[in-house]
């Protein structure tokens, strides 16, 4: 095994989940400083500059990340050409956003909002760019620095702002904002210098026949983040656009439910990061990918079946102890949204695979349909039912776009699905609930039963071989041999 990845996963994962949810504490707090309507006003404009975002990509960055992993000599072909490509991209995000913004009736104060989000949108991108091609050069342990450094940086200036006193007054939204893009931007300068130094002497000259044969490759990885794009951000904005009433505290209230099913989400991303190189090249080469789309599967869906079992019967201590103004209402939400967490983790793992052997047709067509049903059934649902409808499309669309992949990326592989991780996670999840039910009459505190719960149940996935860790460190040496 490659020692040298090892720690480098190692300070990868370390370093997630050490800044990250310490990230996610102080944004809780910026929600908590300025009300759920004033962060769901907040939230409608952020989700909406994520509705256009993939046109400063357009699939660039996950065409980079296969193709770097299938042939380093990419990085010095095509580098100066996608860098020159992103900047025109760029400014055409930014006026579609800007003007969709106007037409949909954001009020002024959100418009303001929405044109700083912009840039950060653009900073972000630019940032996974960089990011893209550090991995690829196997600088790892860079890339592990560079991908926390933003939110260790965002962390210190909220921290500061929230806590320091040194300006006066109440917090204010858009000095959240503000802090985003001087953290982002400061990133983005030291992925571009990690990315110059590495990569030696690049001379950014490129022609427009090299540009639009680089949208035509990618324009395929375009349509997938659009759809992508529209199913995951649309519910926060139709929620606050379509309640005139209680659109801005509906919509505080789903963003406050939804932050906690983005930090679970952190280990599936870590993990479809891992596995794109790992599935490229072992498809590449015609290995069976099986084994290594088993382990996953049982540990991702696996993992988030607990996690939504045991917030079922602790999503209201959780919720309450975190936001100074939730109500039963709100835990409601966060117990039901929470159920949408296998779907998301069954697509991170099948999307991966498929994205890796090039399906992007089936993988269009599945997000496509998956975007038209999420926006159906918040029509439907949003008016009647509020935060809660959305939660509801939102496990709807996720389960059946799982569904859907799961079915392709077997068809794709020739290989049927195991009918035993279907059963382990089953047993699993019938554990976890048993103990769970015991647990409430267990005369203790709820964060000691919420951590004894976590803890065995965490024992019981290894009982029932749903982790293993003797398969995690053979993707571990998966990963450093790709």
Known sequence: MNRSFVVNLAILLFLNILI????ILLDIQVQNAVGPEEYGMFFAAFNFSY???VFLDLGINNFNNRSVAQDEGHLYKYLPALFILKLLLAIGYGILSYVG????GFSPFQM???????VNQFLLSMLLFLRSNLSGMHHFRVDSLVSVADKLLLSVFLAVLLFGGIIPGSFQIMWFIYAQTTSLALTVLLA?????????KIHFKSDWATIWQMLKETFPYALFGIFMSIYYRIDGVMIERMLPETGAYQ?????????????ANIIGLLFAGLLLPIFSRMLKKEESTIELLSFSFRVLVGGAVMVAIILMFYAEPLISSLYTESTPYWSDVLRILFWAFPGVSAVYIYGTLLLAGGQLRI??????????????????????YEALGATWASIVTQFLSSVGLIYYGHRYLKEPFSVGDFTRIALLAAGVFAMCQASVYLPIDWKIKLALVSIIGIAI?????VFEWKALMELVKQRGNS
């Open 363 to 384: 993988i269009n067509i599945i997000t496509f349909i998956t975007m038209l049903l999420n926006i159906g059934l918040n029509l439907l649902l949003i008016p009647e």
């Open 20 to 23: 990250k949810p310490l990230y």
């Open 461 to 465: 996935a290894f009982m029932l071989r």
């Open 251 to 263: 919509a505080g209230v789903y963003a406050a439910c939804y932050r906690l099913l983005d930090a």
């Open 192 to 200: 571009g210098g990690a990315v110059l130094f590495y990569s030696g």
């Open 112 to 118: 303001q909002m929405l044109g700083w989000l912009i």
């Open 51 to 53: 509705l256009f975002q």
């Open 101 to 104: 913004g106007d037409m949909v």
